[in-house]
T-cell receptor, first 118, second 110 residues
């Protein structure tokens, strides 16, 4: 399997533009997580989905951010309009179905999308 | 803040020495996981310890968990230059939420 695939790997845009980040999950995984990484704030969980349903979006900074999972293997994170403070590396991670009561929940990360908003 | 604390923030050791990193978390957990991140790359899962376990080994890695203190430690024995990376603990809260610590930057000098 190719692993979690994110695109684009690098995006440079100007303030006010719309940004769409894409993620393809590993086949058979049913949970999808979007994280944002910055030097100042570290790794922040933005939103996660289970079986295509958003479970917790409390980390989404504001209404300018939206995430969708139109099918079981694909997700998008959209920022509209973008601002310089959105500059960060955005990671997508997927996880296989939990098994048993304790579960595991190991995450498989993509290589990230580095966003720079000028 | 979503995050727990990790210490030290940075650690520099000689090849062959052991490296110990500590992590504290905030809520009751299902399990605790450790990840590694090489510069410019995504995170890679290293080891998981369940809430009812106290110690776990995997190769040169040893993880301990103290749920009464809400803390964990990662020991890397006989470190190598290739172990140079950032290391993160992540607490899995009940449900499916994984919250990462701030990370420890490890540099192993050859």
């Amino acid at each position: 399997d190719a692993g979690v695939i994110q695109s684009p790997r690098h995006e440079v845009t100007e303030m006010g533009q719309e940004v769409t980040l894409r993620c393809k999950l590993i086949s058979g995984h049913n949970s999808l997580f979007w994280y944002r990484q910055t030097m100042m704030r570290g790794l922040e969980l933005l939103i996660y989905f289970n079986n295509n349903v958003p479970i917790d979006d409390s980390g989404m900074p504001e209404d300018r951010f939206s995430a969708k999972m139109p099918n079981a293997s694909f997700s998008t994170l959209k920022i509209q309009p973008s601002e310089p403070r959105d500059s960060a590396v955005y990671f997508c991670a997927s996880s296989p179905p939990l098994s048993g009561g304790a579960g595991t929940g190991e995450l498989f990360f993509g290589e990230g999308s580095r966003l720079t908003v000028l | 803040s979503q995050q727990g604390e990790e210490d030290p923030q940075a650690l520099s050791i000689q090849e062959g020495e052991n490296a110990t990193m500590n992590c504290s978390y905030k809520t009751s957990i299902n399990n605790l996981q450790w990840y590694r991140q090489n510069s410019g790359r995504g995170l890679v899962h290293l080891i998981l310890i369940r809430s009812n376990e106290r110690e776990k080994h995997s190769g040169r890695l040893r993880v301990t968990l103290d749920t009464s203190k809400k803390s964990s430690s990662l020991l890397i024995t006989a470190s190598r230059a290739a172990d140079t990376a950032s290391y993160f603990c992540a607490s899995r809260e009940y449900g499916n939420k994984l919250v990462f610590g701030a990370g420890t930057i490890l540099r192993v000098k050859s």
